[in-house]
């Protein structure tokens, strides 16, 4: 018997030529997809550099509320009935979009750990999500699969571990990578000690004692991700800092004994997001070893001084870690999303391995069809690690090592102005990017401090990071742009004392 293919339900001759295209909706894949895609990116490359031009700065020069309006006036209504075609739509929204962002590629742009992602990366992701693999599973990703996987390889020599032992996954970041770091810890600890396995049976019993120890620098993450995984934040032991900012080994060894009849995870820290500090890591891997302790080294942002021949050192014992959280889209230049997350074994990511039917059946993986779906806490994911395979290709260790110098050297030029500048006081040396400093102000120097920052951001002309030190408002630049000069620096402390002179006038 055969079948007419062509055949409706009701018997009538079906259709035999593709559908006419609904506007605007052309795919950026296929055989066409590259000449449409390129006639595309040549309107947004032309609303990007007119977006940038309005704006003027690295900032929009404008109040919240006012901005807000006029996105929503650009924009219309959000779903319209009728559209408005690919070409305008992409145009119109780019523009505004870059009118109204501030620009990490300006050196005035210094708030955040927010870098400039190099014009290679960003031409990478593109690339990407043209062609939209999804790391879940090997036949959505035939080589982004292994892409990830010699990129995880890589990084995981870079920090020192074997990387015939080691395994990892990219991740959303630092965030995310904790949250792995702390999961797989408490399922070691609770399954040698209880002989229980969480993710299968909950969190009870022994988990309830667990204890997680960090310094007090250390980021908001860790008792955010203590909450999430039912140990609560109350679990977590904030361990004093040195005058370094350091995590106080001391400290830490008064409280591992206080508490050792409980599991234990403790929480380095290479790289503290205001200050940059690194806790002395082989000394807290000594006592996470005498204490039987799981070690999660929070590398985030420091882990891009292992690319350094001059930095690295500072990370000496890293690979004593069990697990290391990393972010390219820090030191790295990726755009955002670049984060990894190794273990130094492999075993250790056991408890996240799923078999799901349609996603990795066991007689597709013994055919070598092996996805990633079991390093992941997410299914869905995009071939992120290939911006950065394109990027340490195209630059190498040298050149990555040599922009992560620059950023270095220019902080501590800052460093040594603000030190010499009568109206500017200086918290700390940079251990690695981040400046602390404020502005002497003759009365009231939180208000002051926290004013002059918003009058540049109004002004558009700077965009200052704001932080705390006991109790105390003081200003921050991190700086990531690989291409800034002394001038810049200079130009951007001159007018952080400017805006300073009016506020406390």
Not at 286 to 298: C, R, S
Not at 348 to 377: F, I
Not at 463 to 473: A, I, M, W
């Amino acid at each position: 018997m055969s079948v007419d293919v062509n055949a409706g339900s009701s018997g009538e001759a079906g259709i035999t030529e593709p559908p006419a295209p609904v506007a605007g909706a052309e795919l950026a894949g296929g055989h066409a997809g590259p000449a449409r895609l390129s006639a595309l990116v040549g309107t947004a490359v032309q609303a990007i550099a007119a977006g940038v031009a309005e704006r003027g700065g690295p900032a929009p020069a404008r109040e919240p509320c006012a901005l807000a309006e006029q996105v929503r006036d650009t924009m219309g209504e959000a779903l319209p009935e009728l559209g408005t075609g690919a070409e305008e739509a992409l145009s119109c929204l780019t523009r505004m979009l870059a009118a109204g962002s501030v620009d990490p590629s300006d050196p005035a742009c210094a708030a955040h750990l927010h870098c400039p992602p190099l014009a290679v990366a960003a031409v990478a992701d593109l690339v990407s999500a043209t062609l939209n693999p999804s790391l879940d599973s090997w036949d959505q990703a035939p080589a982004a699969t292994t892409v990830e996987r010699e990129v995880v390889a890589a990084l995981a020599e870079l920090a020192g571990y074997r990387p015939e032992r080691a395994a990892g996954v990219l991740t959303g970041g630092g965030t995310e990578s904790n949250l792995m770091g702390l999961a797989l810890a408490r399922d070691a600890a609770l399954r040698e000690l209880a002989g229980v396995e969480p993710a299968y049976e909950g969190v009870s019993g022994p988990a309830c004692r667990m204890r997680v120890f960090c310094s007090t620098a250390a980021h908001f993450s860790v008792q955010r991700n203590a909450a999430l995984l039912g140990l609560g934040e109350a679990s977590v032991t904030a361990v004093p800092v040195d005058d370094r900012h350091r995590m106080d080994t001391t400290a830490l060894c008064r409280a591992l004994r206080r508490c050792e009849d409980s599991p234990a995870i403790i929480v380095a820290t290479a790289g503290t997001t205001d200050l940059g500090a690194i806790d002395p890591l082989p000394e807290v891997a000594e006592l996470a070893n005498e204490y039987g302790a799981w070690l999660h080294t929070d590398a985030a942002y420091g882990g891009g001084a292992l690319l350094s021949e001059e930095l690295a050192p500072l990370l000496d014992g890293i690979a004593l870690s069990d697990s290391i959280a990393l972010d390219l889209h820090k030191l790295g230049w990726q755009p955002i999303a670049a984060g990894v997350f190794l273990a130094g074994e492999g075993y250790a990511m056991e408890p996240l391995a799923r078999r799901v039917a349609y996603l990795n059946p066991a007689d597709d993986e013994a055919a070598g069809y092996d996805g990633l779906l079991g390093r992941s806490l997410r299914t869905t994911r995009r071939a992120d690690a290939f911006k950065i395979a394109v990027t340490m290709r195209a630059l190498g260790r040298r050149g990555l090592g040599e922009l992560v110098d620059r950023c270095h050297a220019l902080a501590r030029y800052i460093a040594t102005q603000i030190a010499s500048h009568p109206a500017l006081e200086l918290a700390a040396e940079p251990a690695l990017t981040t400046v602390v400093f404020r502005y002497r102000a003759f009365g009231h120097p939180d208000r002051v401090n926290a004013a002059l920052r918003r009058r540049l951001l109004r002004r558009g002309s700077a965009v200052v990071g704001r932080t705390e030190l006991s109790g105390e408002v003081w200003l921050k630049l991190t700086l990531l742009h690989p291409g800034a000069a002394r001038t810049d620096a200079d130009a951007l402390l001159n007018d952080i004392v400017i805006a300073g002179t009016e506020e406390d006038g």
